[in-house]
């Protein structure tokens, strides 16, 4: 059964900081990996996609990258900003069609 | 190009009562996924429709059905609600045409049951 973690649960940084977000999940055998971003009370805004025959994905100042055999991905965010406040969710995908997601990193930019 | 959108937007109803939700894809996409997200959790995956059948469901009971029209819209149906069925309700629609597993979320039905 396919299980994703991700640390740290919430993370305060000030602004201008580079950060790192984790995710770990617990079956190899995914088709891609995907990070969301999250406003309180929204949906989810797609930030990155990696199929699982990548390594890394950028998209402006995000970078991610995954790491399949040891099951890890890590969301790379550069310069943060307040706006970048928000919760980060990772999902990974397995057969198609079911998505497994952590619980979210709750990230706080402070001006 | 309208996006996924959902209705209604917040919900309240009371213990044993049933509830539909409904979402629309986003044009030229045929597959509906609906997932369950308590506070502060990650979405659950509900079930996924593709060309108006069910093409794979999560850990939930039967009380929670769907249905996905010819214009591939979508339906969430919840019977006998219980106090933990309270969460945030989201669809995500993807496109054949795209990645498969490319999803967009729509944003949400926030339902509350008393």
């Known amino acids: 059964k396919q299980e994703v973690t991700q640390i740290p649960a919430a993370l305060s940084v000030p602004e201008g900081e580079n950060l790192v977000l984790n995710c770990s999940f617990t079956d190899s055998a995914i088709y891609n990996l995907q990070w969301f971003r999250q406003d309180p009370g929204k949906g989810l805004t797609s930030l990155l996609l990696?199929?699982?025959?990548?390594r890394e994905q950028t998209s402006g100042r995000l970078n991610a990258s995954l790491d399949k055999s040891s099951g890890r991905s890590t969301l790379y965010i550069a310069a943060s900003q307040p706006g970048d406040s928000a919760t980060y969710l990772c999902a990974v995908i397995s057969g198609g069609f079911k998505t497994i997601f952590g619980a979210g990193t709750r990230l706080f930019v402070k001006a | 190009e309208t996006g996924v959108t959902q209705s209604p937007t917040h919900l309240i109803k009371t213990r044993g009562q049933q509830v539909t939700l409904r979402c629309s894809s986003q044009?030229?996409?045929?597959?509906v996924s609906w997932y369950q997200q308590a506070l502060g959790q990650g979405p659950q995956f509900i079930f996924q429709y593709y060309r108006e059948e069910e093409n794979g469901r999560g850990n939930f009971p039967p009380r929670f059905s769907g249905l996905q029209f010819p214009n591939y819209s979508s339906e969430l149906n919840v019977n006998a609600l219980e106090l933990d069925d309270s969460a945030l309700y989201l669809c995500a629609s993807s496109s054949p045409t795209e990645s498969r597993d490319t999803q967009y979320f729509g944003p949400g039905t926030r339902l509350t049951v008393l």
């Open positions: 990696i199929q699982s025959s990548q």
């Open positions: 044009s030229g996409h045929n597959t």
